[in-house]
Nanobody
Framework: QVQLVESGGGSVQPGGSLRLSCQAS????????MGWYRQIPGQERDLVAV???????SYGDSVEGRFIISRDNAKNTVYLEMNSLAAEETAVYYC??????????????WGQGIQVTVSS
């Protein structure tokens, strides 16, 4: 079992920045991808960013160029730097970690979600 604890959420004004953190703990032995998703009220949960074990990053179209995902493998932690935030990006942000559970299989773990509110 792996537990994910998100932190760094809260309120920010439009155009502002915020950094989220997510630390994994528990039965950790083979973390693969780490990422962030968000669920805007009334919408589906969408991919925000993902980073591979080797450090390769990819982003959802709407955040490309504004958000930066990074990881610290020694701390089992993934970060999301969010810049130029807009009100419509108010959402619950979820951390996701994939851990290998076999030679060709992996299991996804999810954080409980953390609120980010963008308003003036």
């Amino acid at each position: 079992q792996v537990q994910l604890v998100e932190s760094g959420g809260g309120s920010v004004q439009p155009g502002g920045s915020l950094r989220l953190s997510c630390q994994a703990s528990g039965n950790i032995f083979s973390i693969n991808n780490m990422g962030w998703y968000r669920q805007i009220p009334g919408q589906e949960r969408d991919l925000v960013a993902v980073i591979t074990s080797g450090g390769t990053t990819s982003y959802g179209d709407s955040v490309e160029g504004r958000f930066i995902i990074s990881r610290d493998n020694a701390k089992n932690t993934v970060y999301l730097e969010m810049n130029s935030l807009a009100a419509e990006e108010t959402a619950v942000y979820y951390c996701n970690v994939a851990q290998g559970c076999g030679p060709i299989k992996e299991y996804d773990y999810w954080g409980q979600g953390i609120q980010v509110t963008v308003s003036s």
